[in-house]
């Protein structure tokens, strides 16, 4: 069992930046991928950027150049440094732990934090 707590979220005007953390339990948090989904309202949970536990990275393309994932494997932490944000960045942002199959959807993925709000305002 691996529980997964985010924090970082906020309110934020659009250009400024936030950045999220994930705090993993569990003491094989180094040899495993993760990644960062968000939900906006009325819409289905998507990919955001996920990082391997070699530290390769993949993004989709509407955060590509403005988001970066990242890993601390001595505090069982991944962070999501978000840059220029925009209003269609609002959303819930998890943090998830990769499991098997593909990385850019919700099925590769078996434990999930509750989810913290990015609200980006014009």
């Known amino acids: 069992q691996v529980q997964l707590v985010e924090s970082g979220g906020g309110l934020v005007q659009t250009g400024g930046s936030l950045r999220l953390s994930c705090a993993a339990s569990g003491r094989t948090f180094s040899s495993y991928g993760m990644g960062w989904f968000r939900q906006a309202p009325g819409k289905e949970r998507e990919f955001v950027a996920h990082?391997?536990?070699?530290?390769?990275?993949y993004y989709a393309d509407s955060v590509k150049g403005r988001f970066t994932i990242s890993r601390d494997n001595a505090k069982n932490t991944v962070y999501l440094q978000m840059n220029s944000l925009k209003v269609e960045d609002t959303a819930v942002y998890y943090c998830?732990?990769?499991?098997?199959?593909?990385?850019?959807?919700?099925?590769?993925?078996?434990?999930w934090g509750q989810g913290t709000q990015v609200t980006v305002s014009s």
């Open positions: 998830a732990k990769y499991f098997r199959g593909t990385i850019y959807d919700v099925s590769g993925y078996e434990y």
């Open positions: 990082i391997s536990g070699f530290g390769r990275t």
